[in-house]
Each structure stands twice: as structure tokens, then as C-alpha cells.
């Protein structure tokens, strides 16, 4: 496809609105996030790429804010490749993967039959406790008026409703953000670290919304070994050796919750660990900035 300024613009601007009505957060402060979220200072970068027809940053940049805004707008895959391409971003398939794996793919198609083979089974049920042919009828009348709903839906454009996103971030500095230790020690990227030594991780984070936010799970996730930060796919292409799970965490706005937990790694290879949390069963996030760091077991 080529580079497409103009198109990369369309995008992101699409990007901002979407955020913007779905967190009822100003444009600006919109904006100053997905620059700061980007690496750079507030919405001055922003308005730079969305000024005449569109400026493109490059490509770790552009990953950044694809990251955020499928976090936050409600994108779709489509929508995600189009914005990806727009900014010729070579390895697009492999982030669309990641960003949208199948088993959260969740569509109206696959939503449906649930409903259908969940309604079935009551009825079954219901027909052996000789339920009264009203019933039935009235059952039927429902699905009717479901169909109904959701078709008129497509046809309009209208999305059906989502939960809105969880508005959490890591505090602290850079290097404070994640912190592992290890003895007397704290572990950087590309340290080495004794087979059997207990690793510590410690990080904070903070519901910065407007509104209060109950966490499923809370977690330091850790793969490996074989796989490291940067790795394409690296949530599955190591088996999951995370540390214990914080469950059910209320945060009322500006509010922060400590995680500390600890585990020993025993088999020789590299390991990275990131914070990630989950705000709807099996559908998990990372937390912003998306801080990761990697290490060496050994002998």
C-alpha cells in the first residue's frame, strides 16, 4: 500500500473522536495522552501528524499509538490494518494477531447461537414442568424482538454496547515503574539472574478515570523461557510462568493499589515480565506505558 499521509490522518483523527465519546474525556486531554502515551510532549506531536495532510511518525511510534488506541477507541481489526498500513508499517499482521487474538474475537455471530442453544435447553426444561403455551409464545415473541433489534442495528451502523475501557496506568518513574529484585539486587533488562533465586516484583498503579474501576485480575505476567520483550507474539510463544494473581481490586478515581508477589524461575533461557490486568474474564490488558523487562536464568 505505501505510505498515505492523508489516510494516516483520517485514522487517527477517527482515533480521537471514538475516544472521545466513548470516555466523555475533552479532545485535548485526549490528545495529550495518546502523545504522551507515544513518547512525546502531550498533543504538540499530535497535532503535528493530524496538520494538512497528515505527517506519519515512524513505525515504533505508530505501534505505540496503535496500542493505545485499540485499548481505547474500540477499533476493530479492519479498522487497526487499514491504520497500520496507512503508515506502512511492515510487520502489521503480526501486531493485528496480537491485538486481536481469535479466542477474544467476540461477534454478533457467535453471540447469537448462545442465546439460541441457551433458550433451547430452557425450554426442553420447561416442556417437562408442562409450562403453559403462553409462555412459549411469549418466549418467542422475545427472540423475535432481539432479532429484530440487532438487525435494525447493522443496518443503522449502530455498534452494539461495550464496556467502557478501564482507565489504569503504572506510576512512578521509568525505572521505578517495574521493579524486580532479586537478593540484594534490583534486575535490569538483560540481567542474569541464578537458577532457583526468588525474583520480587513490585509495582503500583492508579485508576486515573473519572469514574471508580473494579479489577478482575491483577498480575505480573511472565513467559518464557525463549521468548523476550521485543519478540513478535511474545504473550504466546513461551508457556506462562506469571506470578500469583491480585483478584477483584475497587480503585475510586486517582486512586493506587500496590502489587507484590514473588516466585523462583529454574530452567535456563530468557524471561521477561510485564504488568497486565483483566477487566472482563479471559479479556486482558496491558497497562500503561506497557513497561517490560527481560533477564537471563542461568546455571
Not at 473522536?17 to 504522551?36: C, F, M, P, T
Not at 491483577?218 to 506469571?242: E, F, H, I, M, Y
Request: glycine content about 6%.
Amino acid at each position: 500500500m505505501g505510505q498515505s499521509p492523508t489516510k494516516f490522518k483520517e485514522l487517527l483523527e477517527k482515533s480521537i473522536n471514538q475516544i472521545h465519546a466513548r470516555s466523555r474525556k475533552a479532545k485535548l486531554i485526549v490528545r495529550d495522552e495518546l502523545g504522551y502515551v507515544a513518547g512525546r510532549e502531550g498533543r504538540t506531536a499530535m497535532d503535528y501528524w493530524c496538520r494538512g495532510e497528515g505527517h506519519i511518525p515512524d513505525a515504533p511510534t505508530v505501534e505505540k499509538l496503535a496500542r493505545e488506541i485499540i485499548k481505547q477507541s474500540g477499533f476493530n481489526k479492519e479498522e487497526l490494518k487499514l491504520f497500520l498500513l496507512s503508515a506502512d508499517y511492515t510487520n502489521w499482521e503480526n501486531l493485528c494477531d496480537e491485538l486481536f487474538p481469535l479466542n477474544s474475537d467476540l461477534k454478533v455471530a457467535q453471540t447469537i447461537p448462545s442465546i439460541l442453544s441457551a433458550y433451547e435447553s430452557h425450554r426442553l426444561v420447561s416442556v417437562n414442568k408442562k409450562t403453559p403455551l403462553w409462555a412459549f409464545i411469549a418466549g418467542a415473541l422475545l427472540m423475535i424482538l432481539l432479532f429484530v433489534t440487532l438487525a435494525l442495528n447493522s443496518i443503522n451502523g449502530k455498534p452494539i454496547a461495550t464496556p467502557q475501557p478501564v482507565m489504569i496506568k503504572l506510576v512512578g518513574q521509568n525505572q521505578q515503574q517495574l521493579i524486580i529484585t532479586a537478593t540484594s539486587r534490583t534486575i535490569s533488562s538483560g540481567d542474569e539472574v541464578q537458577s532457583g533465586e526468588k525474583l520480587t516484583v513490585t509495582f503500583k498503579i492508579m485508576n486515573y478515570d473519572a469514574r471508580s474501576v473494579t479489577i478482575k485480575s491483577l498480575v505480573a505476567g511472565a513467559r518464557g523461557p525463549g521468548v523476550g520483550c521485543n519478540q513478535s507474539k511474545k504473550w504466546t510463544s513461551a508457556q506462562d510462568v506469571s506470578f500469583p494473581l491480585a483478584t477483584n481490586i475497587l480503585l475510586q478515581p486517582g486512586q493506587e493499589y500496590e502489587y507484590r508477589e514473588g516466585r523462583i524461575f529454574y530452567e535456563e533461557g530468557t524471561y521477561f515480565i510485564e504488568p497486565v490486568f483483566e477487566d472482563m474474564p479471559n479479556h486482558w490488558n496491558g497497562i500503561l506505558p506497557f513497561t517490560c523487562i527481560d533477564f537471563l536464568v542461568i546455571k
